[in-house]
């Protein structure tokens, strides 16, 4: 028997991309589900690229954190619901909020060995529908009363009930490990780091003045389609000066010494979709298509912060890309030197700031800050959790192709639970 060939991997091009505004928590999108989040903006690259054609797309995956138990199947309902062919297969996929970019790292898989020709990649979020479970106590009652072999003994474990059992489970902004918020533990790390207070205002300024002058140039006109009556990302402010967000009081770290951290420079609560169309060289040049950029390398990787990160050490929760970068520049052959441009995640200003600090102590070099997030990011923006990833690959691939000739771009996304997802574009 003659063995299968291991097929030869392919170049991945990312076509284009397509969110909704993102929008503050209980806000404009208090009432959407992820399901209609995700589908108008899957609709936006469906109109755009005319996909609603039987067969053109291979796939669609995409996730989201905070799930109703009717987002069992979301990434095939959103589908069922959407312009695309309803043969088009779709699966769910979840890393936190490095869900969007390993989406996309999970469908350019298969179109590099040749599994599928194009595929579309991304997630949603909504805090403001966030799903409420059962008391847990009312739960093992209620599933006591189903076993129950009688009437009576039935009723004997209803009788159980209490009026406290009738308050619901509401998701915490919590790890389970250690019952803190994100927020504190990126206090913890801003300290260890040293991360200056005035450095986080100003990243945090910079990032809201960048945004606002991405949509006045119209660099967004095709990437945000409109939807219920917004058009841009609600939680910018293209005013936000250094001198404003320094009035505003720290919301984390209060217990210790000189908190830095606000809602100023950290991400708010945001509601909100993206998705990003990705293809094989062949499939583009059928439909005469000119692909933004490639899709060259890829790294994920954890740290342990239940150990570090609350004993006041260097991996903190989210410094996770502290790691995967130098892993993968090493395995490329690159260093920072070689990016154009540089996105990182704004979970925390202080976040960015000790990843930035950490990559120049592991002998990175430094990131020029003209390089970095120059089109803003999550703290103009919002942070959708599973949308975040698909957003910044369409922003940094357009940013790429701007550039008119050969270009590079580096992605670093830190996650829940201690994890970092990062990539590599270039456009050549």
């Known amino acids: 028997m003659t063995p299968i060939e291991p097929p030869r991997a392919r170049r991945v091009a990312i076509v284009g991309g397509t969110r909704i505004p993102f929008a503050r928590s209980d806000g404009p999108y208090a009432t959407a589900s ?10 936006g690259l469906v109109n755009r690229y005319a996909l609603d054609v039987p067969g053109v797309v291979g796939e669609f995956v995409a996730g989201a954190v905070l799930k109703h138990s009717r987002d069992f199947n979301l990434a095939r309902e959103t589908l069922l619901g959407s312009k695309l062919d309803a043969r088009t297969p779709a699966y769910d996929i979840q890393q936190a909020c490095g869900t969007g970019l390993q989406a996309v790292i999970a469908a350019a898989n ?12 991304g997630g949603a979020d909504t805090t403001s529908d966030a799903p409420l479970g059962v008391n847990d106590r009312l739960r093992r009652i209620l599933l006591q009363a189903r076993r129950a072999k009688s009437t009576g003994a039935r009723l004997k474990a209803l009788a ?10 509401i998701p915490r902004n919590a790890e389970p490990r250690t019952g803190l918020s994100m927020g504190e533990h990126a206090a913890i790390t801003a300290r260890a780091w040293g991360v200056e207070r005035a450095a986080q205002d100003e990243l945090a300024a910079t990032s809201h003045q960048r945004l606002a002058a991405a949509y006045e140039r119209g660099f967004f006109g095709d990437l945000v389609v409109p939807f219920r009556d917004l058009a841009r990302d609600q939680n910018l402010r293209p005013d936000s000066t250094v001198e404003q967000l320094a009035r505003l009081k720290p919301v984390y770290g209060t217990d210790g010494p000189d908190p830095t951290m606000t809602a100023g420079n950290s991400t708010p609560l945001t509601d909100g979709a993206a998705v990003v169309l990705l293809a094989s060289e062949e499939w583009t040049e059928a439909r005469g298509l000119e692909p933004l950029a490639y899709l060259t390398a890829y ?11 609350v004993a006041g050490g260097e991996d903190g929760l989210l410094m996770a890309p502290a790691y995967a970068v130098p892993r993968m520049l090493e395995r490329t052959g690159l260093t920072l030197a070689d990016f154009d441009l540089v996105e990182v995640h704004e979970a925390f200003a202080s976040q960015v700031l000790a990843t930035l600090a950490a990559w120049e102590k592991r002998g990175l070099g430094t990131v020029d800050r003209d390089r970095l997030n120059v089109a803003g990011s999550s703290l103009a923006t919002g942070h959708p959790f599973a949308a975040t990833g698909a957003r910044i690959v369409a922003t940094l691939a ?14 670093s996304i830190c996650a829940a639970g201690g994890q970092g997802v990062t990539a590599i574009l270039e456009r050549t």
């Open 398 to 411: 357009k940013l790429l192709a701007e550039q008119g000739g050969p270009a590079r771009g580096l992605i």
């Open 160 to 169: 159980q009930i209490r009026p406290a059992h009738l308050i619901p489970d």
């Open 34 to 43: 992820n399901q209609e989040m995700l589908t108008a903006a899957v609709n």
């Open 299 to 309: 790294e994920t990787t954890a740290v342990d912060f239940v150990r570090g990160d």
């Open 110 to 121: 298969k179109i590099a060995l040749g599994q599928t020709e194009s595929a579309i990649a």
